[in-house]
């Protein structure tokens, strides 16, 4: 066990029916908000209905903001940041997946922040205070409506970065099942991986301090995501599955699963965001389409660890270290194929070549030092994605 | 999934040396604290010392109320409450483990209500206000630090009685697994048979909807508790052991392992709470004397989760339900023998007999209806206690 410190103030409030009571927890922290959602589908879903039948039921004013873009730009934040000031808005109100949330992060924080805010994403400037957020999640994956993380892409330069900073976890989430039955299973797919590779960067980057409290929450939560998503592809009304899954991606990623790892590294999520920049991808394809190949450049080193992934998640016993860990990785990679998350640029039709290795590569670098990862170099970030064409 | 409502606000600081940094995070929440701790031996320890330093380096004021007990009475609180009210004290600052808390929790209620704070335990008041609470947190077991729960114990009517209150969780508790060390094997075996039974009781008793999250997390803490006290009863030192402990004993009941549940009931720790308000015996001592008896009578109703807890924590894969699940039962009386905790009121010395059964089986009754349990009769109740005699 390292040392730690772990706060998760988010107020979580699951369950069906639930968003009608978003207003009730709104008027606890202002009576004008900025309300940010993305293309419009909650409107076409009647979520958005039930948002503002609440909000009005409070008596809070709200400003609409919407046209929050999967791989959220900057651009559009910094637009944001101008309204919700023009506006003195209270506080911010995000529906949506973690996309939204994560653009609304970027608001709530730029609000009190004269410089430019891709500062913060740069890691050149530290937030010191930010708007309240609340929000209601429509797509569960990236775990931002429970804890302080943020991701947003800069269209110019094709950059996509992210950090977490504590103020800006959400006040409080309204997590409702029910609004996720309709998601098509490409992007339950996309969702699920992306839950998946939260759990498993630290398990797999973590020094080897006996760590059991954190490897069998790990692997219990990805056993319980597999098993959602076979239940959800049989039947994608399902609602337990869909409601398990829910709460399965937010505690992938609040802070609990890694505390006391010490300094863990998020690899598979440098590469997707580099990739998620370059490319119009989602992030959990982009997520499968560099997992395969970064485990099995990886593998080597901590060949027990990726053993023990292979025999706790996927029940492989035989043969030995480093047998199993292959049987492991080729598991996972059926796994992705079989719920249709692509295992290759070439099976998510990305073209690519010799040149545009080397700018993926460039850039990889430089988030990796924004991030503070050492042991990749120019070389086997190449290695890396050539094993992923 | 059942719909629930979660909110963990502490802030946890765990690591080696990390008391001293408790006037720090004491500053934000006042400059007057009322200092409540036990029975004088965190002055042998030192951590009195640390802990009045790092106060008095931020200018801290601060009013000792010691001589809490473990089963800490609501006499004692009640001299606190008036303590604190005297002092105009801004906020508690708890050392000690849960009966020290949680005795501070009462005082922190207490101090904004008019009436008898032993009402909350009635469950005839409910709270409304709490001072801030700040913990350092010696003794690993109830999960206090990270929770809205207390217990005290009425001396007169020698009933203990609980409950949990959202104002009640601690603003910050500090875990410095360090000071576990010296901590006696015979009071590590009754804490961390509380740890597993904290995670058991919601596992045994939720209806039957399906829960992967909340039965894997059970399963790898109680397997990870296992482990840990292994490895202290070779070596009592071992930093790494000693310190996963004390963070699986904060998880076991915050309140991440039984969201979703729905309706669970606490059965062992009704029948502990009786057993420690008529007996002077620890916690953790009751609990051990309790569950084999629980679960032999209860097994039948819900075999298949029996035989789920013997194949998924002790490994047993051989025989039908039936068989497996009285093996695990078996096997968790066995290891709670070979960890030196008592499974039997003739183990723990108690003196009972048929009258004695009487009036354990009324107070069982009465607490039973405080929290809401109605499965129980007396006739079920004197079962239960004499599988346990």
């Not at 409070?58 to 919407?66: C, L, R, S, T, V």
């Not at 309204?83 to 609304?104: N, Q, T």
């Not at 850039?363 to 991030?371: G, K, N, P, S």
Request: aromatic content about 10%; some cysteine; glycine content about 8%.
């Amino acid at each position: 066990m390292k040392d730690f410190t772990l706060c998760i103030p988010t107020k979580i409030v699951f369950g069906k029916n639930k968003i009608s009571e978003i207003g009730k927890y709104c008027a606890e922290y202002g009576n004008k908000a900025l309300f940010v959602y993305g293309q419009g589908s909650i409107k076409s879903n009647g979520i958005y209905d039930i948002v503002v039948n609440s909000l009005k039921g409070k008596g809070i004013e709200f400003i609409e903001y919407p046209g929050v873009r999967p791989n959220p730009l900057v651009s559009h934040a910094k637009k944001g940041i101008e309204v919700a000031r023009k506006e003195k808005v209270g506080f911010i109100l995000a529906v949506g997946g973690g996309s939204v949330i994560d653009e609304a992060k970027a608001i709530a924080a730029g609000f009190f922040y004269e410089g430019d805010v891709w500062d913060f994403y740069k890691n050149t400037a530290k937030i010191k205070a930010a708007l309240p957020l609340l929000t209601v999640l429509t797509l569960p994956a990236t775990g931002s409506e429970m804890n302080g993380g943020t991701v947003l892409s800069d269209e110019n330069t094709k950059k996509k970065f992210g950090f977490i900073n504590k103020h800006l976890c959400p006040k409080v989430s309204i997590l409702d099942p029910s609004v996720t039955l309709s998601i098509p299973l490409e992007y339950t797919a996309y969702s699920v991986v992306d839950a998946c590779i939260h759990l498993l960067e630290g398990y797999f980057t973590h020094d080897d301090t006996w760590s059991p409290i954190q490897e069998r929450y790990a692997e219990g939560l990805v056993r319980t995501i597999i098993e959602c998503m076979a239940k959800i592809m049989e039947n994608p009304k399902n609602y337990e599955a869909r409601a398990t899954f829910m709460w399965a991606a937010t505690l992938a990623w609040n802070g609990i699963g890694s505390a006391g790892l010490g300094g863990i590294s998020s690899p598979n999520h440098l590469f997707a965001h580099i990739l998620g920049g370059h490319y119009d991808i989602a992030h959990g394809a982009a997520l499968s389409i560099i997992v395969p190949g970064w485990m099995k450049y990886k593998y080597r080193e901590k060949t027990h660890r990726f053993a023990m992934f292979a025999e706790n998640v996927f029940g492989i016993k035989n043969g030995d270290e480093n047998k199993k860990a292959l049987a492991g990785i080729d598991a996972f990679e059926k796994w992705f194929i079989q719920i249709g998350s692509p295992v290759s640029f070439r099976d998510a039709n990305l073209s690519i070549d010799e040149l545009k290795l080397d700018e993926l590569a460039d850039d990889v670098l430089e988030l990796a030092d924004i991030w503070d990862i050492k042991e990749y170099t120019r070389e086997s970030i190449i290695d890396i994605l050539k094993l992923c064409l």
